[in-house]
């Protein structure tokens, strides 16, 4: 696989929330919906997949788009976490994210609600991706954090996931 392809994509639809501070389904648009999940500060998705066996064993960059409901000023921030299920890697009976989460540094939102806008991650192979190899099971957590000034106001809203290797 060549460094800057897909590895893989998650919608609204696939999250498998945690038992608490889980983002929300919602959608956007009355006439033809958008499904989203919103995210208050705090809150969690968690998206499952397995690691193309084309994958080069390079770091993932993962692109968020995301809108925002209400909020047209301000600041949020966005962190993902890898867990690895390999090869009896994960008891799947407890969590066994990485434990060094990336994120997206503090991001102005649109000036306008629902505009989507796209923020990245950026993972290095090895542990900061719980060392997942190509053929492989892991999850993906995405999580809202708070921004070191001002949060910007209401829901977070996702769209899109995309994991691409960098």
Do not use: W
């Not at 389904?25 to 989203?36: E, G, I, Q, Y």
């Not at 976490?81 to 969590?95: H, L, N, T, Y």
């Amino acid at each position: 696989m060549a460094s800057g392809d897909t590895l893989f994509k998650f919608i609204p639809q696939s999250n498998e929330p945690p038992a608490a501070n889980f983002a929300t389904a919602d959608t956007r648009n009355t006439t033809s919906p958008h499904p989203l999940l919103d995210f208050a500060i705090g809150e969690i998705a968690i998206f499952s997949g397995v690691m193309p066996r084309n994958y080069a064993g390079g770091g993932v960059t993962i692109y968020l788009h995301y809108g925002m409901s209400s909020a047209v000023a301000d600041d949020i921030k966005l962190e993902t976490d890898f867990e690895r299920i390999g090869d009896q890697q994960q008891d799947i009976d407890s969590d066994g994210f990485t434990g060094s989460p990336q994120n997206t540094g503090d991001i102005t939102v649109p000036g306008t609600s629902g505009l989507v806008d796209i923020v990245t991650t950026a993972h290095a192979n090895g542990a900061e991706m719980d060392s997942i190899a190509a053929g492989e099971g892991f999850r993906l957590q995405v999580k809202r954090v708070a921004v070191t000034g001002d949060d910007a106001s209401g829901d977070l809203e996702l769209r899109f996931v995309e994991g691409k290797e960098t």
